[in-house]
C-alpha cells in the first residue's frame, strides 16, 4: 500500500483565492481526519469522518474551510477564500477500527501540504 | 478545552543521556496512549503506544510509562542517538463527539541531541 496519499505537497496561492487539497486514504480504513499544523497552534484536528460521513467538525476555523468526502477512497478540504493566516502545513491522516469506548487504532498520516498564502 | 498537556515544550541532551517527555490528560475513561515522532519537514509517525490495562511498555531504547491514578504518561528514551532529534507528540482520547473518541494530541516536544 502507497500509504495516505496527499496533493498538492505544495500550493502558493494570493489572498482570495480558492484552495482544494486533497486526500487518498489508505484503502480499507474508514476514519479519516483532517489536521492542521502550525508553530503557534501545534496539531489541530479540523474535521473527521467515518465511513464518508463528517462526524465532528467543530475544528473547521470557520465558514471559509469546507470538507467533503464522495467516496471512502477520496477527500477534500477547501478553503474560499484564502487568507494569509491560513498558511500552514495540512496533514490527511486515516486509521480503522476507531470503534467502542476509548477505542482506537493507529493513525497513519500522508506526507502533508504546506500551504503559503501571501 | 484542551485535554492533553505535554512538557516540556523543547529538550536539549547530549549524544547518550536519556530524555523523558510527560503528558497529561484530564479524561479518566480514557485507556489508549500514543506517541508520535514527526521530523523536519516530515509526518508524525507512530513509535510507541500503550493502553491502560499495562504499566510499562519498552521497545530497545524507547519506553512508556502509565500512571492512571495521576493521570500522566511519559515517553523515555535512553542512549540517546542525533536520529532521535525530532519533535515528539503524545496524545490521548477527547469525550466523544457523535459516539467516538478521538485523540486529542500534546503541543509537542521539541528535542534536540547534541552529538
Known amino acids: 500500500d502507497a500509504g495516505v496519499i496527499q496533493s498538492p505537497r505544495h500550493e502558493v496561492t494570493e489572498m482570495g483565492q480558492e484552495v482544494t487539497l486533497r486526500c487518498k486514504p489508505i484503502?480499507?480504513?474508514?476514519?479519516l481526519f483532517w489536521y492542521r499544523q502550525t508553530m503557534m497552534r501545534g496539531l489541530e484536528l479540523l474535521i473527521y469522518?467515518?465511513?464518508?460521513?463528517?462526524?465532528?467538525d467543530s475544528g473547521m476555523p470557520e465558514d471559509r474551510f469546507s470538507a467533503k468526502m464522495p467516496n471512502a477512497s477520496f477527500s477534500t478540504l477547501k478553503i474560499q477564500p484564502s487568507e494569509p493566516r491560513d498558511s500552514a502545513v495540512y496533514f490527511c491522516?486515516?486509521?480503522?477500527?476507531?470503534?467502542?469506548?476509548?477505542?482506537?487504532?493507529?493513525?497513519?498520516f500522508g506526507p502533508g501540504t504546506r500551504l503559503t498564502v501571501l | 478545552g484542551e485535554n492533553v498537556e505535554q512538557h516540556p515544550s523543547t529538550l536539549s541532551v547530549q549524544e547518550g543521556d536519556s530524555a523523558v517527555i510527560k503528558c497529561t490528560y484530564s479524561?479518566?475513561?480514557?485507556?489508549?496512549f500514543p506517541w508520535y515522532k514527526q521530523e523536519l519537514g516530515k509526518r508524525p509517525q507512530l513509535i510507541i503506544d500503550?493502553?491502560?490495562?499495562?504499566g510499562e511498555k519498552k521497545d530497545q531504547r524507547i519506553a512508556v510509562t502509565l500512571n492512571k491514578t495521576a493521570k500522566h504518561f511519559s515517553l523515555h528514551i535512553t542512549e540517546t542517538q542525533p536520529e532521535d532529534s525530532a519533535v515528539y507528540f503524545c496524545?490521548?482520547?477527547?469525550?466523544?463527539?457523535?459516539?467516538?473518541?478521538?485523540?486529542?494530541f500534546g503541543r509537542g516536544t521539541s528535542l534536540i541531541v547534541h552529538p
Open positions: 469522518f467515518n465511513n464518508n460521513v463528517p462526524i465532528d
Open positions: 496524545a490521548a482520547p477527547r469525550p466523544p463527539s457523535g459516539g467516538s473518541y478521538i485523540p486529542t
Open positions: 479524561d479518566s475513561a480514557s485507556n489508549y
Open positions: 491522516a486515516s486509521s480503522s477500527g476507531l470503534a467502542g469506548s476509548s477505542s482506537y487504532n493507529e493513525q497513519f
Open positions: 500503550i493502553r491502560s490495562n499495562v
Open positions: 484503502s480499507g480504513h474508514d476514519y
